[in-house]
């Protein structure tokens, strides 16, 4: 078969952790493609706001700043969360945390996910050792024993020495290797959408935990709060179909008019919520990363947090061979990424599914004893300094 161009990694799948572990990879030389379906780059129109936005922690935003794209996202605009309230529905269980107390400025900022890839494929688009290719699709891919041959839509076929599945949590490179994933569907959907509050945002994150799921108003830019408002597929149904007063008197009521009452800017949009793994993270010169091997429940926002440590653990190991002249897709080398990653996402996702279930008891038993659990930990500097630092990914 004539292949088009040969490079030593092909990325499909340029969303924030596709192109994260792009950058890791071409900035130490190493000839990289990059292919998205969609196009990143697209401009889009003034004053809209991405109803996809990620609380990245300060290690997240610590390695965007060692790539330098953090200059570029926060001129595009980012919002930097100081403080996190949490309060529960039943008794008066609650939670606030501020970073000051641990020590820090910040615990993470929030930032629209297409702001986040942009500021990284401009960069991308600076380093000579990588090509980026938009709106083209991965079709199908061969590997064997000497390199992998891509075939991408448009009739154009590459090849590679590794083939990398950064292709999100319905991955065609994933279902093309037969890799199973595991998991179950929550039955639950993700309200999202962009509101003006009437008070300041205080640069805090707010949650509380309602009987149907978690409602969690994030500080965006611009003193707007992004919302991501879970609830059965039944009810996130319904609240999409609600008018804009209605709706955001819905809102205000669902949060107790913390923030007073709410203007809805633009469009809201919903995502059915599943958990999801992969036991399997590489075959023959094929490896997998970020949602493509776990999808997680955004209560805690860790799913994008989690691919980016997927992306420097393999940039890592590949680079070590690299330096070393040997196989950088060598299972040997691939299996390295695989166990060290492993471990953290599983404990992630229980973790996130544990809190899940237990915010989501409605046994009276179980919401007392959560209740009376969060007094305890908010009267304890030490315990909640711990869940700062967890927060912010450190
Ligand atoms: C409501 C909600 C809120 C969330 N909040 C947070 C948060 O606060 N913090 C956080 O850390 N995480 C959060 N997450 C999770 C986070 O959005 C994901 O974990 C993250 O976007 C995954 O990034 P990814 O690059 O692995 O995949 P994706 O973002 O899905 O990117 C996959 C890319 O692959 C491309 N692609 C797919 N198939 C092909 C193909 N065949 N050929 C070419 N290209 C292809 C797509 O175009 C896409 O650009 C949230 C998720 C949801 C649903």
């Known amino acids: 078969m004539i292949k088009d161009k040969e490079y030593q990694v092909a990325i499909v799948g340029g969303g924030m952790v596709g192109a994260t572990i792009a950058c890791l990879l071409a900035e130490q030389e190493v000839q990289v493609a990059l292919i998205d379906a969609g196009d990143p780059m697209a401009s889009w129109p003034k004053k809209t706001y991405d109803l996809r936005v990620s609380a990245l922690t300060l290690a997240s935003i610590n390695l965007f700043k060692s790539l330098g794209v953090w200059g570029s996202i926060e001129a595009l605009g980012e919002q930097a969360v100081q403080k996190m309230f949490v309060w529960d529905h039943f008794g008066s269980g609650e939670l ?87 998991g179950w569907d929550y039955k639950q959907k993700a309200l999202v959408a962009t509101v003006r509050p009437e008070k ?71 995502f059915p919520l599943k958990l999801q793994f992969s036991p399997e993270y590489t075959q023959q010169r094929m490896v997998l990363i970020g949602d493509a091997i776990h999808t997680i429940h955004p209560l805690a926002g860790q799913g994008a947090n989690l691919g980016l440590k997927d992306a420097i653990a393999l ?53 007392f004893a959560r209740s009376s659990g969060m007094g305890v930990v908010n009267s304890s500097t030490l315990i909640k300094n711990q869940i700062c630092k967890y927060a912010m990914g450190l």
């Open 96 to 182: 606030d945390i501020d970073s000051a107390d641990a020590g820090e400025m910040q615990m993470g900022s929030v930032v629209e996910n297409r702001i986040t890839v942009l500021a990284l494929w401009e960069k991308l688009q600076q380093i000579k050792s990588c090509d980026v290719f938009t709106s083209v699709q991965l079709e199908g891919f061969e590997a064997g024993d000497d390199g992998v041959t891509i075939s991408l839509s448009g009739g154009t076929t590459i090849a590679a020495a590794l083939l990398v599945g950064a292709d999100g949590s319905n991955s065609k490179i994933r279902q093309i290797s037969s890799i199973d994933d595991y």
């Open 200 to 270: 300041p945002h205080q640069n805090t994150a707010w949650q509380r935990f309602l009987p149907e799921g978690p409602l969690a108003l994030l500080p965006l830019r611009d003193g707007l709060i992004s919302i991501v408002w879970t609830s059965t597929t039944e009810t996130t149904e319904a609240n999409l179909k609600l008018d804009e007063t209605s709706f955001c008197d819905a809102l205000a009521e669902a949060s107790e008019q913390q923030l007073g009452n709410f203007k809805l800017l633009g469009a809201r949009g919903a």
């Open 315 to 367: 940039a890592e190991v590949v680079l070590q061979a690299h330096e070393k002249g040997r196989d950088i897709a060598s299972q040997q080398v691939l299996r390295r990424y695989e166990r060290q990653r492993k471990g953290d996402n599983l404990l992630m996702m229980g973790l996130m599914d544990g809190f899940k279930r237990l915010f989501g008891a409605d046994d009276m038993l179980v919401q």
